[in-house]
């Protein structure tokens, strides 16, 4: 069954460090894979996609993330954080023939002044 | 740009009661999905539409239905309303027919937060 893995529930991080968020997939094809922001009682927010090609895609708001398919991963990553990127961030896979979202359980950025 | 509309916004209920949730995909877009999002959890997905047919279904209670109408737009009927039904339900659309696939990104409305008390 396809399933999304954010292993990170919480991460703390200092506003001007850099970030990366961990995402694993279980997907028995090619996986159609994306990352959204969600900010509190907001809406969900396309970060970017990956749906073939170049392995490393960028995204709105200096957000780049990796695919690696011998590590079934798709890791989000920013060089600088910044205030503002305190929020949810959710990795989700595309799946069956419908394109239906399955969620990872979402990692909680807190960026500290 | 045009974005999801849904509406209301903020619903409140009592158990047992029913409630309709109304979606407004951005224009053009041909598919439509439903998410249900508990407190703290990741958004689930109910059910889907592609041009007014039901193309997919997830965990979604026998209590809810939804359909897709000609315009596009899309309603979820949810009836003897519970407790555990409290939650955010987001509204998505794609173009499926545009893109050719049914992977197309899904962009996402603001949600409407239901309360049943």
């Known amino acids: 069954a396809q399933s999304v893995t954010q292993p990170d529930i919480h991460i703390t991080v200092s506003e001007g460090a850099s970030l990366e968020l961990r995402c694993n997939y279980s997907?028995?094809?090619?996986?159609?894979l994306f990352w959204y922001v969600q900010s509190p009682g907001q809406g969900l927010q396309l970060l970017l996609k990956?749906?073939?090609?170049?392995?490393l895609v960028q995204g709105i708001k200096g957000f780049e993330a990796e695919f690696k398919r011998s590590q079934s991963s798709f890791n989000l990553r920013k060089p600088s954080v910044h205030w503002s990127d305190a929020a949810e961030y959710f990795c989700a896979v595309g799946a069956g023939n419908t394109g239906k979202l399955i969620f990872g359980q979402g990692t909680t950025l807190q960026v500290k002044p | 740009a045009a974005g999801v509309i849904q509406s209301p916004r903020h619903l409140i209920k009592e158990k047992r009661e029913t409630a309709t949730l109304k979606c407004y995909p951005i224009p053009r877009h041909d598919t439509v999905y439903w998410y249900q999002q508990g407190p703290g959890q990741d958004p689930q997905f109910l059910i889907s539409f592609y041009e007014k047919m039901q193309s997919d279904k997830g965990s979604i209670p026998d209590r809810f239905s939804a359909q897709q109408f000609s315009d596009y737009h899309s309603e979820l009927n949810m009836s003897s309303l519970e407790l555990g039904d409290s939650a955010l339900y987001f509204c998505a659309s794609s173009s499926v027919r545009t893109s050719g696939s049914s992977a197309d990104t899904q962009y996402f409305g603001p949600g409407t937060r239901l309360t049943v008390l």
């Open positions: 997907y028995g094809a090619t996986p159609y």
């Open positions: 990956y749906f073939s090609g170049d392995t």
